[in-house]
């Protein structure tokens, strides 16, 4: 079945480092990857997605890169700022096309950033 | 901007009890979902709802949870008889598509 790794956190930066939080998948077919954020007392909001290989979701100034050799999605951002502290999940859905697919989460990584 | 919207955000009930979460999806989206979340853990899939019937379920979603759209605009999930281990947040989400759109979340929890 369907599987999201990602790194476990928390992920403590200071303010203006560069970020990166380790996604990597297991799907059969050609799965669509999401980046979708949870901040404090929220519920999940959709950061970005990619639905082929090679193509870079961005928002926010966050970005990932669909890499099908290396089933990953890594999301990056150059230059955190304190407002992006909150837990990080990335997911993936089949690719049935049909929509009815739930997705699939991996545990979430806290980032907590430091002025 | 249109929302996902969840009802009430924090319910507290008896250990056996039946609860209903509610959800108001996306007016024009097509598939309807509800995830939990236990505290810690990671978001889990229970089911998936397209054309006024269930389309996906997964091994959490047993005997004792239901969902049903009763009137066309809500999207409720039921908890028949609520057990300790089912305190957890649920997030309702819609799509016309697999990218969901979430729910602020319920949080339950079960004494």
Redesign the interface.
């Known amino acids: 079945g369907n599987s999201v790794t990602q790194m476990e956190g928390p992920v403590t930066l200071s303010e203006e480092a560069f970020l990166t939080i380790n996604c990597t998948y297991t799907a059969t077919g050609y799965p669509?990857l999401?980046w979708?954020v949870q901040y404090p007392g929220?519920?999940?909001?959709?950061l970005l997605?990619a639905t082929k290989a090679d193509d870079k979701g961005s928002n926010k100034g966050f970005e990932a890169t669909y890499r099908k050799e290396t089933t990953s999605f890594h999301l990056e951002k150059g230059s955190v700022q304190v407002s992006d502290s909150a837990v990080y999940?990335c997911?993936l859905?089949?690719d049935s096309?049909?929509?009815?697919?739930?997705?699939?989460?991996?545990?979430?990584t806290h980032l907590i950033i430091q002025p | 901007e249109p929302e996902v919207t969840q009802t009430p955000s924090h319910q507290v009930t008896q250990m056996g009890q039946e609860v209903i979460l509610r959800c108001v999806p996306i007016s024009n989206h097509l598939y309807f979902y509800w995830y939990r979340q236990i505290l810690g853990q990671k978001v889990e899939f229970l089911v998936s709802f397209y054309n006024n019937e269930i389309s996906e379920k997964s091994e959490i979603f047993d005997d004792q949870f239901s969902v049903e759209r009763p009137d066309g605009s809500n999207f409720t999930l039921k908890i028949r008889s609520t057990k300790l281990e089912d305190s957890a947040m649920y997030f309702c989400a819609s799509s016309p598509g697999p990218t969901g759109f979430f729910g602020p979340g319920t949080r339950l929890t079960v004494l």
Do not use: I, P
């Open positions: 669509s999401f979708y929220e519920g999940l909001q959709l997605k999940f997911a859905s089949g096309g049909g929509g009815a697919d739930g997705l699939t989460f991996g545990k979430g």
